[in-house]
């Protein structure tokens, strides 16, 4: 197991590198009259069909959350991505229509913090408009720190939003900012909270990533606070992203630690999964109170089942949440590709797909030099 203990206390002397190199650019658009059509929906070397695709639409955040963007790294002299490199809202959804014919039924946005970038409902807008092969609607879902959410909810659920995931770390106000690195108030998240699900957005999910030592004093709060309000906590284990948020395995506090906890306090009964490839597993309170989620990427992988493609802010492919390269789609986006030269493209990214870093954690194989989660999203 990796216990790299890159200290978050003091300023590194070489700066980590959060932006990672790409691959080659793509060979220009060819005529794909003459290739082969992909076979629909698309499949990766271990069988995964392309199910689900997250867009990343910015790299930067009014938070620095400690595991996610630790301060000392993302300060005043960290160069954020240029407005002008970011793909346009054009070229996001010409590319969402493509995975849409490839396979993909939920497309989700995040970030950095998704609500950051202006206008984004009316991307939303736009990939709402989206139909899969069937003619059927795809689900628009957003991840966001939910500071912005009071202000912006009503005008992404008018866009088409189908749902909305807010992270939410403490309800104690000085855990929250040390969490969160920010002086915003845990009020306002929870405002935003209930501003979406009076629009129409519930059930919300919560996210709360679980640092032992630093805010496992909340799981019982934070299950007790959302108890009969239709909202669904997930709770996240800590988990080795990127390079720069000092990951450590003691500070992982495990799932089965997580729901041993709870059910101490409230009993739980194991549901089933939603739908195949669900991140979280499902647990609901035996009092009919309502339910949680558990996320263990570190202790029990999933990668098994993981349809997920991953779009970053500039443009890059990335086929695994720990890949440290990305496939460039924007130089064929900005060529004025047809939507079938891009379907190509993409086939000869997720055809050859192998990966499932959680299953090998800590083995020697392992790449050294991971995407930050604040550039690719969660
Ligand atoms: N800013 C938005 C937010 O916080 O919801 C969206 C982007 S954020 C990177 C997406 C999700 O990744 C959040 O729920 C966050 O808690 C989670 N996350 C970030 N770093 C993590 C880590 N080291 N381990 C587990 N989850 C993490
Ligand atoms: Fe920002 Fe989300 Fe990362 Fe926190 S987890 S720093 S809110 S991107
Ligand atoms: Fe998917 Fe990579 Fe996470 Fe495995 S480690 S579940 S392949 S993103």
């Given amino acids: ?141 957003l991840t966001t720190n939910g500071t912005l959410l009071r202000k912006k ?32 108030q845990v009020a306002d998240v929870l405002s935003g909270i209930d501003t979406a699900a009076a629009v129409g957005l519930a059930p919300v999910k919560v996210n709360m990533v679980v640092r032992k030592g ?41 799932g089965r630690q997580i729901l041993d906890r709870i059910h101490d306090r409230f009993p739980l009964k194991q549901l089933d999964a939603a739908y195949r490839g669900e991140v979280a597993a499902r647990w609901g309170f035996a009092d009919g109170a309502g339910e949680i989620g558990i996320i263990t990427s570190v202790s029990q992988p999933f990668c098994g089942d993981c349809t997920r493609l991953r779009l970053s802010p500039e443009g890059r492919l990335f086929l695994c949440l720990f890949a440290s390269r990305g496939h460039d789609i924007r130089t064929l986006l900005r060529s004025g590709a047809t939507d079938a030269q891009v379907l190509h493209q993409l086939a000869g990214v997720w055809s050859p797909r192998d990966d499932h870093y959680s299953e090998l954690r800590g083995q020697a194989t392992v790449m050294p030099d991971k995407i930050e989660m604040s550039y690719i999203g969660g």
């Fill in 1 to 141: 197991m990796s216990t790299r203990t890159n200290s978050s206390a003091s300023a590194p002397a070489v700066r980590p590198r959060v932006v990672p190199a790409g691959l080659p650019d793509p060979a220009p658009a060819q005529n794909t009259s003459s290739l082969p059509v992909p076979t629909l929906p698309l499949r990766d070397t271990r069988a995964r069909p392309l199910r689900d695709l997250r867009i990343s639409v910015t790299d930067r955040c009014n938070f620095r959350c400690t595991y996610c963007m630790p301060r000392e790294v993302f300060d005043q002299n960290h160069e954020f991505l240029p407005h002008a490199q970011l793909l346009t809202f054009e070229e996001i959804t010409q590319f969402a229509r493509v995975a849409v014919a490839a396979g993909v039924r939920k497309l989700r946005l995040t970030g950095g913090e998704p609500l950051l970038r202006k206008n984004i409902e009316r991307l939303v807008e736009m990939l709402a408009r989206l139909e899969t092969p069937e003619g059927k609607p795809v689900q628009v879902a």
């Fill in 153 to 184: 909810a009503q005008a992404l659920r008018d866009a088409g939003l189908s749902r909305v995931t807010v992270s939410l770390d403490a309800l104690d106000p000085v855990i929250f900012a040390r969490m969160s690195d920010s002086t915003i």
């Fill in 214 to 254: 630093v805010n496992d004093s909340q799981i019982l709060p934070m299950a007790d606070y959302f108890r009969h309000t239709g909202h669904v906590v997930r709770f996240i284990e800590f988990m080795d992203v990127g390079n720069t948020n000092g990951w450590n395995l003691a500070e992982v506090l495990t």
